[in-house]
C-alpha cells in the first residue's frame, strides 16, 4: 500500500501494475473508508486507487465554492500523477456525480465505468429547496439529527433492523460520517445543488457500463438507475437485494461479485 497527498487529495494506492486499475470515488457525506471491503476483497486482484474527495476524510478543506468539476479536476490530477492508463472509474452517489461529468469531459480516459445508486438528472426545485434546509439545519446546530435522518433515509430497513452483524454497519457508517465537518457536509450539499444534468450526455458514452441500484434506496431509488441504463447503449443493470443506498457496505457478498465479474469480462 502506497499513501500519498496529490494536489491537498488524500490518496491510498494498492498497487499491482500487471493488473487493471480501479479507481473508487466515495459517497456524502463518507470517506474513502466506506471502500473497506472492496479493497479487502479486491487489492491482490486489480491495482487499486481510493481516496478522500475534497474537504472529507483526510483531504484538503472544503472552502465552500466547490463544484463537481472541482472534484472532477481531483480526479483527472490524481490520474495523470500516477500515470494511470485506462482505469474502470466505480462512484457511488455523489462519487457518481463526479464519475458522470469526469465522463461527459473525457471519456476516453477510462475504460469502463461502474455508477452506483446515482443519477444524471440534476436536482429539480424541490431538491434543491431540501439541501437548502439540510445546510440551514447544520449551521443552526442541527448536524446530529441531520446524520439520524440522513441514515434513516439511506439504509434499507433490513439494516437498520438487522442482526449484530448489520448494527456493526450502521456503526461503521455513523462513524465516518460523525468525522467529517460541518463545513464540508454543507459546502458538499451546496456542490450537489448546483451540479449539472448529464442524461443527455449518456447516449454518448461508448465505454462499457454497470449501473449498481439497492433495492431499497430511497434516495436513488431504481427509476433513475433504469434511466440510465436505458440510454447508455453497453451497459448492464444491477439490483443488489437487502440494501438501501450503500449497498457495497449492506451486501458486501453480492456486490463485489457482480463488480469482479463486470471488470474481468471486459475486453
Known sequence: MNQYKINGINVIEHRDPKNQSVIFVHAFPLSSRMWEPQVEAMKDIYHLIVYDNRGFGESGENTGSLTIDSHVDDLFSIIDELKINKPVLCGLSMGGYISLRALEREQKR????????????????????????????????????????????????????????????????????????????????????????????????????????GEDDKLTPASPSRLMNAKIRNSELKIIPEAGHFPNLENTKFYNEIIINFINNLK
Open 110 to 213: 477510462f475504460k469502463a465505468v461502474i455508477l452506483c445508486d446515482t443519477r444524471s438528472l440534476a436536482d429539480d426545485n424541490s431538491g434543491k429547496i431540501k439541501r437548502a434546509e439540510q445546510i440551514k439545519q447544520i449551521k443552526q446546530g442541527g448536524r446530529k439529527e441531520f446524520d439520524e435522518d440522513f441514515l434513516a433515509n439511506t439504509l434499507s430497513p433490513k439494516t437498520l433492523n438487522g442482526n449484530d452483524e448489520k448494527q456493526k454497519i450502521v456503526n461503521f457508517i455513523k462513524e465516518i460520517m460523525s468525522r467529517q465537518k460541518d463545513d464540508s457536509v454543507t459546502g458538499a450539499l451546496l456542490t450537489m445543488a448546483a451540479r449539472t444534468d448529464t442524461t443527455g450526455f449518456l447516449e454518448n458514452l461508448s465505454i462499457p457500463a454497470l449501473v449498481v441500484v
